[in-house]
Structure formats: C-alpha cells, structure tokens
C-alpha cells in the first residue's frame, strides 16, 4: 500500500507494568479484570498493515500471522490493542505450555474475529 502523504506508522508503545498490592483500590474509578497467563502482546494497525509485537517491542507479526491477519480484517482504519495473548485449552482456560501455545494461535486468530 502507498504512503498516504503526511502520514507515519503508528509506533509501538511500551505497555505500563503491573505491580503487586495488597488490596484492589476501592474506588469507582478503577477497573479490574482477571489475570491471565500468556504473552504481552501489542497489536497495530494503520494505513499500511497489522503487525504484532511482544512486550518489548519485538516485532512478532510472522510468529502471530493468523491475529495480524484477522486484525487486518476488522472494521477499522487504524487501531493499538495492548493485551494478554493466550492459547486456550478445549475447556477455555489459558494454558501456557510451549506446545499448547504453538497449536493455540489458530484458536487465537478465531477468537480476535468474534470481537
């Protein structure tokens, strides 16, 4: 795809850590959500494409072609979706095992499509 004229990439943008507390804050500002196990995953798209980086801003995109693929796919111009990549057992659970997450990345690219 050609360069539109005055228009970058969009960059990767390192994702803020997490840190232990004691207790969740009590405030109806903040939002939880539950912790799965998997890999930090950072996925862009803009005019020219989908890529996939991991935490550290490695660009991941052939190892995750099947969720660039779908990425490329949803209804959006340009987007970063900073989340947890899983690959999900037949019960849904994240398993993180090393062949489990090389067989999971199809189930994976399924799942980004029914968002």
Known sequence: ???PAGMARLSFIKP???FQVETPPVSGDWLHEIKYDGY???VILDWA???AFSRNGQDWSKRYWPIVQAAEK???KSFIIDGEMIAPDPDGRAELSPDAFADGVECRAACIRRL
Do not use: C, D, H
């Open 1 to 3: 795809m050609r360069k």
């Open 16 to 18: 803020l850590e997490p």
């Open 40 to 42: 930090r995953t950072q």
């Open 49 to 51: 494409g989908a890529r």
């Open 74 to 76: 949803l209804p959006a």
